[in-house]
């Protein structure tokens, strides 16, 4: 299981934001998306198709002014999943939180190292076997 550093403090679905919404209804996101499309030659970066692809914002932190590395191109199929994997390591995330400020109290991020909240927090689920 894989825990993104730090705590969750973005809100969970920026892309279903408004100005992400008309962001992507505007020009400069169509140039955007047809370079990315042109650099991926039409093709999904997982598993190769080239039906029906979406670029996918791997990066929310240049929304606007993305750099190429920023973005992926995915087939419905592969960006389904790839938001499911994410939506699962946010909840992670937050289960990693909960448990650790019961442990440790709520500011336990600033004197409490991640890596170490994870490796224990990990143990824990193993021992309870979830
Ligand atoms: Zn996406
Ligand atoms: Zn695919």
Do not use: Q
């Not at 093709?43 to 996918?56: F, I, P, Q």
């Not at 990066?59 to 994997?85: F, K």
């Not at 699962?88 to 440790?104: H, I, V």
């Amino acid at each position: 299981m894989a825990i993104p550093l730090g705590r969750p403090s973005t809100p969970p679905k920026p892309w279903l934001t408004d100005n992400y919404r008309r962001y992507l209804e505007s020009d400069e996101w169509r140039a955007v998306r047809s370079g990315a499309l042109e650099r991926a030659r039409h093709r999904c970066a997982r598993c190769g198709s080239t039906d029906d692809l979406h670029v996918h914002h791997v990066s929310y932190t240049r929304l606007g002014y993305e750099r190429p590395d920023d973005l992926t191109v995915l087939c419905a199929a592969c960006h389904e999943l790839e938001h499911r994997r994410r939506d699962r390591e946010r909840l992670d995330a937050r289960r990693l939180d909960g448990w650790a400020s019961k442990r440790w109290g709520e500011n336990w991020a600033s004197y409490v190292d991640i890596e170490r909240a994870s490796v224990e927090f990990e143990d824990w689920l193993e021992r309870r076997g979830d």
